[in-house]
């Protein structure tokens, strides 16, 4: 199995502030790569795939980036309905896994 | 738009069987694409459970795959999830979700169901 791990698995930001997260594969996922965000007691919601593309529909201050083993979630200039989780996924083995999560909380 | 709606029982007791319908709107399952099932227990992240497309073919978390049965009703747009032989550690928020691609793997889940809680609990 490949492993997904995130971090931080927390962290505290204000609005407008720039942050970014951290995903790291067990091993190469190439660009096979997805972020989702999830608020509390709602489903996740796809932001970007394939490591970098922007799912239709979402605001562009969120930006992914890397390949191979090395992957980062950044959002430029945090909004109030940022705070949230986080997850990883990558779609690399028939096997998908998804990350341990990375909150969002206000500062 | 394409809509997914989980529905079923919110409480099974142990060792029985959870069942779960996942609708589909917007979206014929017979078109194309995997269709999932994905689970999240009280205060964690998140699990694949398996995935259907519309010819029957399934793939299933190793750790999952002896207890799951999928199933699809193209006539109805829905799919299914049986999970046999629950115990309390099966209790989640399980969630349907469309993987969009026709090849499984390589893809990702575009639209998700809002979540069906299940508690198991005698």
């Known amino acids: 199995d490949i492993q997904m791990t995130q971090s931080p698995s927390s962290l505290s930001a204000s609005v407008g502030d720039r942050v970014t997260i951290i995903c790291r594969a067990s091993?190469?996922?190439?660009?096979?790569l997805n972020w989702y965000q999830q608020q509390p007691g709602k489903a996740p919601k796809l932001l970007i795939h394939?490591?970098?593309i922007l799912q239709s529909g979402v605001p562009s201050r969120f930006s992914g980036s890397g390949s191979g083993t090395d992957f980062s979630l950044t959002i430029s200039g945090l909004q109030p309905e940022d705070f949230a989780t986080y997850y990883c996924?990558?779609?690399?083995?028939?096997?998908?896994?998804f990350g341990g999560g990375t909150t969002i909380e206000i500062k | 738009q394409v809509q997914l709606q989980e529905s079923g029982p919110g409480l099974v007791k142990p060792s029985e069987t959870l069942s779960l319908t996942c609708t589909v709107s917007?979206?014929?399952?017979?078109?194309?694409?995997?269709w999932g099932w994905i689970r999240q227990p009280p205060g964690k992240g998140l699990e694949w459970i398996g995935s259907i497309d519309r010819s029957g073919s399934t793939y299933f978390n190793p750790s999952l795959k002896r207890r799951v049965t999928l199933i699809m009703d193209k006539s109805l747009n829905q799919f299914f999830l049986n999970f046999n032989n629950v115990t309390t550690v099966d209790t989640a928020v399980y969630f349907c979700a469309r993987w969009a691609r026709s090849d499984w793997y390589k893809g990702r889940f575009d639209h998700w169901g809002q979540g069906a809680q299940v508690t198991v609990s005698s």
């Open positions: 394939s490591a970098s």
């Open positions: 091993q190469s996922v190439a660009d096979f």
């Open positions: 917007g979206y014929s399952i017979s078109s194309a694409y995997y």
């Open positions: 996924q990558h779609s690399y083995t028939t096997l998908i896994t």
